[in-house]
């Protein structure tokens, strides 16, 4: 059974920095692409960044371009999030996801090419 566990979240002033953490189990992660959204209350769920199976390979949303690395250690099953100069609209659960098939070729970025999610954990920033 795939388990995605996501952690680091919490609540940070503007300008502050979190690192968000997905553990992975059930699965040899270091074959597929994974990745990070978020969601507010009453929006959908909405691309975050995406890294492919290798980690040489990454994607980000305009929003978030520059402030957000996302990075991997296949040896861990884990992926991070790190999340710098934070905005009041990063405010979001976390949700990371693992790809539907291995070795993407293309980088993962509609949330129909995750087969797997975690439960989410909540960043909060305040102004």
């Known amino acids: 059974q795939v388990q995605l566990v996501e952690s680091g979240g919490g609540l940070v002033q503007a300008g502050g920095s979190l690192r968000l953490s997905c553990a992975g189990s059930?699965?040899?992660?270091?074959?597929?692409?994974m990745g990070w959204f978020r969601q507010t209350p009453g929006k959908e769920r909405e691309f975050v960044a995406t890294?492919?199976?290798?980690?040489?390979?990454?994607r980000y949303a305009d929003s978030v371009k520059g402030r957000v690395s996302i990075s991997r250690d296949n040896a861990k099953n884990t992926v991070y999030l790190q999340m710098n100069s934070l905005k009041p609209e990063d405010t979001a659960v976390y949700y990371c996801?693992?790809?539907?098939?291995?070795?993407?070729?293309?980088?993962?970025?509609?949330?129909?090419?995750?087969?797997?999610w975690g439960q989410g954990t909540q960043v909060t920033v305040s102004s």
């Open positions: 996801a693992v790809g539907r098939s291995p070795f993407s070729v293309a980088a993962l970025i509609r949330r129909d090419e995750y087969a797997y």
């Open positions: 890294i492919s199976a290798s980690g040489y390979s990454t």
């Open positions: 059930g699965r040899t992660f270091g074959n597929y692409d």
